[in-house]
């Protein structure tokens, strides 16, 4: 539904006007202007630290603007607090769902709002609204199913009922395909319409402009916490709006592996393993990964690679299969024989499971091998020789600030990265396990550990790429192999693979 | 493996102060004691003064204080060392007991030289202690079972142990709740008999300020407490055990990434802490106490190390600082009861009300995050 | 035969009632993501504050409920800084203990002349049997039933509580601020108030678990009263899975235990090997309990509203 340029309040359910952000002394929203329209789509468009997510967490009351006012329905209003957005009839579907996983669906969504009769929870009414609310909508949930078992879609859904119950007249959606296969955006997007038309506000946090292209009515897009351009998507082509979200031009080609490949360094046998609940989440996975490759396994989160990484590097029981690492059996040993056997770990969340923040940069950078020579000499540590080391390691990967003495807490995310992987590399493995290796980091930082990765590929290494980003998989890996509901479904070249085969697989709609 | 690193931690240990807090809330929580005793009547300055004087006011007085606080430093040093494993060893108090009642039993029934004896019976206690850590270690790394609880079992399992022992027939004194008192040769009390014999005696009567000195069971036990703080403040930096133990504490999950056995690393954690708190109990009998006698209810060397561990923000240093604190006005309170007739507990209270401000983060830190955050500006 | 069954069921029960009650303290206060390992503290100040106040009250039921009194008193300081101030709960847990047992015995002193006990309560200010001379005395029945009224208002408020949390709104707003604060403060839920009442209905109950000692159970306070029953109520509630069910029989079999002890204790085995038997039955029922897998999810972790970067 194209609509003239905004500017005009009529019919405007929301307005933000002059909204200013500041964190320390980052600007992540410079005097931002934006209205909402009855059953339009808007998608907010922007690079990863753009300010979409603060310009709408301001406007749900998850943090307070220094500068600008919101109006909702042409009345000025202070929202400090999302109890107090929700009244206003916004409601806001968060990238990470604030659900509680021991409670059913059905009690997520009556949370704060329950219907009683005597003093009890009267559970029937409850569940015949929620059930019209789903029909109209067209959100298909099973109320009493708990959410902790419940697949990501389910949730999502379960939200964005909980913001209908709530008699929500603006919906923001923060990134909800980030998580979805294929096919499960399909569904989201037949939702969205389907909000809009019921005259919904919808607004979509997004970098991705196909998401844009496909669903959206108006388009912002944000650059550096400035509001850059607002048209009707009907108007723009993709290159046009990548083009206005970057700034400048798209990054080039993968860069091409410079070493051949070589004999095969891991291989995984019909491999099962359990997860937290018992419930097998890798069901007879086998793979190969060659020295001088990097081997991406992309697939939606939740299809068992946090559990085949575990298993892989000895923090979890491999029920049945085996693990054989340059001939070596390697099925559940322990992690320290693991490691000294030539195996790294670069994994998902550095500050849980990668580095101790509270421990200095140097700590950090032993901590696999502070029990031997030269850092350590019948359980007593060298300082010196620890210390020269990380000054080294600081020099060579370039880590800021450059005092190896101070706590890995105080470094920003791209750095605590980067001693990660200095780690790792450092110690010359012949398998490095790599898990989303640029998860929240600016683009020059992903860009600066994709070349690091390329390099130890480069020396003839081997490396298992887990990543949920098909664009850094398509990058960096050699061949890419799909991993749907435990199993390889499917294994590619990436050099020939195709984004549509690669969804379909994820999605399990292959032969896999 | 996995389950350590799965085990979600109930609590979360971080213990948040510094200098400046522990001294505020060394304020506050007498503070809150001249409260109480107003309400019960009592004048707060004279009782405050009743126990500076108590334990500062002579020569003996600073050498009990002293003799007192000992114990504390043990199980003080026990709960910190716990605290930077990641770990709340409230079971300092069971492990106290165990090695105190090893002690005794070794300490009777072995008889040996005086140079062998005393350092076998320390061997054996502390040993015992480091044993009944290690079964709350244990249940942690095994399945998991929260070790404040199941400590805290321990300590009671551990209490009626004791009286078992105590009053069986052979041990038991006869008429008495007691057990037979240790052997000379497991002594380490200063010149214990020596300053009740004759010639002993003549001589300390020329020299006042000795006698008066020796009036206490001056013993090695704070000699050998100050030694195990320097090699805990050694072995904390300078070791690879120290510094499993700390990455273990800081984050669990991360070491285990890393190649740490985190299960090994919790039981010996607990272990290392049961042997230090029992150090300060087999030392308690060797120097002060002599024998081990039924027990009505804890003693509490386990819970006020937990207030000298809290108080010293956990570090080595702090520990012995609050210990001697605690150990001073332990003893000048005792006096109390006796000069005003005002009840002792209100130590205990006092105690209570430090470790509660302890506890608080601190308040100008919450209150500066409070308003930034309103403002818009956040140090991301 | 019979008799010895029914004295053994009979004692167990008594010896249940207040494991019961202060273990529903804890289920309140752990359910809404506040450790409860203050309980002891609690429950010793409300067993003083009981015995002291039938010396001088009319009845028991106004000792009984002063004791609750106290016992929320603490617990409301314990709350302050806690849920207030965001203190570590483990440490402010010890202090409440600390401040507790020691509250107790000083004014313990102060009001009755520097003793350590307090005067033993008469019979008639002492919690009622309400069935007394219902059965022959002697008898099964009469084993079994005759109790102390804590008995059967343990029994009563576990059936409520178990409502309570279950079947109301405000019992699943209070799960749910212990499952996920972030997210029922989202939605409106205040999340500081209900823990702040949870932790305040927690030292009620720990109080009237109190009393259920020291003026039914026995006649008088005194300092080796309650010994860790506390922290056996806070055992009972971890390996009841934090549901009130599951703490109900956990209390039953550690009551039975202490039942057993008396059982057995005029029979020459010795006392002490005895009294440790409830400790070592919790320490095992503890292991079996396989750590925290079911505990409330924000359990122990202070919960202040996220400020985003």
């Known amino acids: 539904m194209p609509t003239a340029t905004a500017d005009l309040p009529e019919g405007a359910l929301v307005e933000m006007r002059g909204i200013t952000k500041l964190f320390g002394r980052t600007r992540a929203n410079d005097q931002i202007d934006l209205t909402l329209r009855r059953g339009e789509v808007h998608a907010l468009l922007g690079e990863n630290g753009a300010g979409k997510s603060t310009l709408m967490n301001i406007l749900y009351g998850r943090c307070l603007p220094a500068a600008g006012e919101i109006f909702i329905r042409g009345v000025k209003t202070i929202i400090d607090a999302p109890r107090t957005a929700i009244r206003c009839g916004i409601g806001m579907v968060h990238q990470h769902f604030l659900l509680v ?94 909000l ?10 997004t970098h991705k402009l196909k998401e844009v292209m496909r669903v959206a009515d108006v388009c912002t897009i944000l650059r550096n916490g400035r509001r850059i351009a607002t048209f009707p998507v009907a108007e723009a082509s993709a290159a046009e709006l990548a083009e206005k979200m970057i700034g400048h031009r798209l990054p080039v080609a993968p860069a091409a592996a410079t070493a051949q490949r070589g004999p095969v360094t891991l291989r995984v046998e019909d491999l099962y393993v359990n997860n937290g609940s018992g419930v097998p989440a890798v069901r007879g996975l086998s793979l190969e990964v060659h020295a001088g490759e990097i081997l991406g396994i992309v697939g939606v989160d939740g299809n068992g690679q946090s559990e085949l990484v575990e298993a892989i590097a000895g923090l979890r029981r491999i029920t049945s299969g085996r693990v054989v690492f340059r001939g070596r059996e390697l099925t559940n040993k322990r992690p320290r024989e693991i490691i000294e056997s030539g195996l790294g770990l670069i994994p998902e969340d550095r500050q849980q499971s990668g580095l101790v923040l509270d421990l200095s940069v140097a700590e950090n950078l032993v901590l696999k091998d502070f029990r031997k020579p030269p850092f350590s000499w019948r359980g007593l540590l060298d300082s010196r020789a620890i210390s020269t080391f990380a000054r080294e390691i600081i020099r060579s990967y370039d880590i800021r600030p450059s005092d190896e003495d101070i706590r890995a807490a105080a470094l920003s995310g791209g750095n605590q990265q980067k001693i990660v992987l200095a780690r790792e590399i450092a110690r010359d493995p012949e398998l490095l396990v790599a898990v989303q290796p640029t998860r929240g980091l600016d683009p020059g930082s992903a860009a600066e550990i994709h070349g690091l990765l390329a390099a130890h590929r480069n020396r003839g290494r081997a490396i298992l790429l887990v990543s949920f980003d098909l664009d850094e998989a398509h990058y960096l890996a050699d061949r890419i192999a799909v991993i749907f509901q435990g199993r390889i479904v499917g294994i590619l070249e990436s050099a020939a693979a195709d984004n549509l085969e690669i969804g379909l697989l994820m999605s399990g709609g292959g032969a896999g | 493996m996995i389950r350590v690193v799965q085990v979600r931690r109930l609590f979360a240990t971080r213990v948040d102060g510094g200098l400046i807090s522990a001294s505020v809330a060394i304020f506050l929580g007498l503070a809150f004691g001249a409260l109480i005793l107003k309400a019960a009547g009592i004048a707060p300055l004279a009782a405050y003064a009743v126990i500076l ?70 061997l054996i206690a502390t040993a015992a202690a480091g044993l009944w850590g290690g079964i709350a270690g244990f249940l942690k790394a095994r399945y998991g079972t929260h070790e404040v609880v199941s ?128 150090a300060g ?15 009505t209810s804890m003693e509490g060397y386990g819970f006020d190390g937990l207030a000298v561990a809290l108080m010293g923000n956990a570090s080595i240093a702090g520990c012995g600082v609050s210990a001697l604190l605690l150990g001073a006005l332990k003893y000048g309170g005792a006096k109390m009861q006796a000069v005003l007739g005002a009840p002792s507990e209100i130590i205990v209270i006092i105690t209570g009300a430090i470790v509660f401000f302890v506890g608080i983060p601190r308040i100008s830190r919450e209150l500066l995050r409070a308003r930034r955050a309103r403002i818009g500006r956040n140090d991301a | 035969m019979l008799e010895d069954v029914g004295f053994i069921v009979g004692t167990s029960l008594m010896f249940t009632a207040p494991l019961m009650l202060c273990a529903l303290g804890g289920v309140l206060s752990e359910n809404a993501g506040v450790t409860a390992l203050g309980l002891e503290g609690m429950m010793t100040l409300g067993a003083f504050t ?130 996920n604060p972030a997210a029922a403060d989202c939605l409106g839920v205040r999340v500081g108030l209900i823990r702040s009442l949870s932790v305040v209905l927690s030292g009620a109950f720990a109080g009237f678990g109190g009393a259920a000692m020291s003026i039914a159970l026995v006649s008088s306070f005194r300092p080796t009263l309650i010994s860790g029953h506390g922290f056996m109520a806070l055992a009972a509630v971890i390996a009841g899975r934090w549901k009130p069910q599951g703490a109900l029989i956990a209390c039953l079999l550690f009551g039975s235990s202490e039942a057993l002890v008396v059982f057995f204790g005029d029979r020459n085995i010795p006392s002490s090997l005895l009294s440790l038997l409830p400790y070592a039955i919790a320490l095992v029922v503890l292991a079996g309990a396989r750590g925290t897998a079911q505990a409330p999810a924000a359990l122990g972790l202070p919960y202040r509203r996220e400020t985003l970067n």
């Open chain 1, 196 to 205: 809009a038309l019921q005259g919904k506000s919808v607004v979509l946090i």
């Open chain 2, 53 to 122: 004087k108590g334990a500062f006011g002579k020569p003996a007085s600073v050498m009990y204080a002293i003799v007192k606080a000992t114990p504390l430093i043990f199980t003080g040093l026990s709960i910190a060392l716990a605290f930077r494993g990641g770990l709340f060893n409230i079971g300092a108090e069971g492990q106290f007991i165990v090695a105190a009642l090893a002690a005794a039993l070794t300490g009777y029934y072995l008889q040996l030289p005086a140079a062998v004896h005393v350092p076998v019976v320390f």
């Open chain 2, 281 to 295: 109990g087999a030392l308690h009998v060797m120097g002060v106490a002599k024998n081990i006698a039924l027990l």
């Open chain 3, 50 to 179: 009981a015995a002291a106040s039938g010396n001088f009250t009319a009845g028991p039921w106004q000792a009984f409920l002063a004791a609750g009194l106290a016992g929320a008193s603490l617990a409301a300081l314990y709350a302050v800084a806690t849920v207030g101030l965001g203190s570590n709960q483990v440490v402010s847990s010890i202090a409440v203990n600390f401040l507790g047992v020691g509250g107790s015995l000083f004014f313990c002193r102060v009001f009755f002349a520097g003793a350590t006990m307090t005067p033993p309560v008469s019979l008639d200010r002492k919690i009622p049997r309400p069935l007394n001379g219902l059965f022959p005395p002697g008898s099964f029945p009469d084993l079994v039933l005759n109790q102390y009224a804590t008995v059967y208002v343990a029994l009563l408020l576990a059936l409520l509580v178990w409502f309570f949390l279950s079947k109301t709104a405000a019992g699943m707003r209070i799960r749910a601020v212990g499952e």
């Open chain 1, 101 to 194: 996983q021991a409670f059913t669906a059905l009690e997520n969504i009556i949370l704060g709002r329950e219907p009683l009769k005597r003093g009890r929870i009267d559970l029937r009414r409850a569940q015949a609204e929620v059930a019209e609310l789903a029909r109209r909508y067209g959100l298909a949930i099973d109320p009493q199913a708990r959410i902790g078992d419940s697949s990501v879609a389910m949730r999502q859904k379960v939200e964005i009922l909980k913001a209908l119950y709530r008699k929500a007249e603006v919906l923001i959606l923060d990134e909800p395909t980030a998580v979805l296969s294929p096919a499960e955006v399909d569904g989201l997007v037949e939702i969205v319409r389907e």
């Open chain 2, 151 to 278: 400590t805290i079992m321990l300590n009671w399992i551990a209490l009626h142990l004791q009286n078992f022992v105590v009053m069986t027939t052979g041990f038991r004194k006869p008429d008495s709740e007691a057990s037979f008192t240790i052997r000379e040769s497991a002594s380490i009390t200063l010149l214990g008999e020596w300053k009740y014999s004759g010639p002993g005696q003549s001589w300390l009567q020329d020299h006042s300020v000795v006698q008066d000195l020796l009036r206490a069971p001056v013993n090695f036990g704070i000699v050998v407490a100050v030694a195990v703080a320097l090699a805990l403040h050694f072995i904390l930096k300078k070791t690879t055990a120290g510094y499993t133990l700390r990455a273990i504490g800081f984050n669990r999950r991360a070491a285990a990434y890393g190649g740490i056995d985190v299960e090994r690393g919790l039981v010996m954690t607990m272990v290392a802490a049961g042997a230090i708190a029992g």
